[in-house]
């Protein structure tokens, strides 16, 4: 039993709007914030550029009145939240022999913040497939052609993510896909039922099966 599973809004909580609220602050009003996780984190998520350098030079941050180079990127860091009801879903998983992989468009700092707020997510994994350090990002096919290229027996396996548009390149692929929302459940209730079904087709699920 295998299962591939985005990290963001999957397994833990990514909440940028505190974030782009104090950095909008820090630059000039006829930059749009949005315009920033388009351009730089794209950079960021491929590994051309890490955060630090991005406030520094792209931004000119570094003599900032308001916060400092590490205050941002203490900032940047805190919008990835731990969840511990994932975390506990994926060792009662693991427990029973599932086998996971992460699959995720991230930059060096988070990956990092991520080893230290939430390590088993890695301890767990024995494939860990990280935009930053392939060069490319989901939804690319260069991504999703690379981690089977490494890992082809992993070809059918259930593939669980937040963003559609990861998803349907996932589906062409050749994976066994659920799209889910971490923070599409307001309640414990309602994100043990989503998961409890999500539990129930990994354990199932057969590779030349497909999700009903």
């Known amino acids: 039993m295998k299962a591939i599973l985005d990290i963001g809004n999957v397994l833990v909580h990514v909440q940028l709007n505190s974030f782009l609220e104090k950095f909008s602050k820090l630059i000039p009003e006829d ?3 949005l315009l920033f996780l388009e351009t730089i984190q794209g950079m960021h998520d491929i590994g051309l550029i890490t955060m630090e350098q991005a406030f520094r030079d792209k931004y000119e941050l570094s003599h900032s009145k308001t916060f400092s180079v590490e205050e941002l990127l203490k900032m940047w860091n805190d919008v990835v939240v731990r969840n511990e009801f994932m975390i506990n879903l994926m060792k009662d998983l693991h427990f029973q022999g599932v086998r996971f992989a992460l699959v995720s468009n991230i930059g060096d700092e ?3 913040h991520l ?3 939430c390590p088993e997510i890695f301890e767990l994994s024995e494939i860990h ?3 930053y350090q392939v060069g490319a990002r989901k939804p690319s096919k260069l991504y999703f052609q690379s981690f089977l290229q490494d890992h082809p027996s992993w070809l059918g396996s259930v593939y669980i993510d937040d963003r559609l548009d990861n998803i349907l390149t996932g589906k062409k692929y050749g994976f066994r896909t659920i799209q889910f929302d971490l923070d ?3 309640s414990k209730k309602e994100l043990k ?3 409890d079904y999500i ?3 990994i354990l ?3 590779p030349n099966e497909e999700i009903k």
Do not use: C, F
């Open 193 to 195: 039922s989503a998961t």
């Open 204 to 206: 199932s699920h057969r």
């Open 110 to 112: 988070h990956h990092q």
């Open 31 to 33: 930059h749009d914030p």
């Open 129 to 131: 497939h990280l935009s």
């Open 115 to 117: 080893e230290k707020i």
């Open 184 to 186: 599409n459940y307001g």
């Open 199 to 201: 539990k129930k087709i």
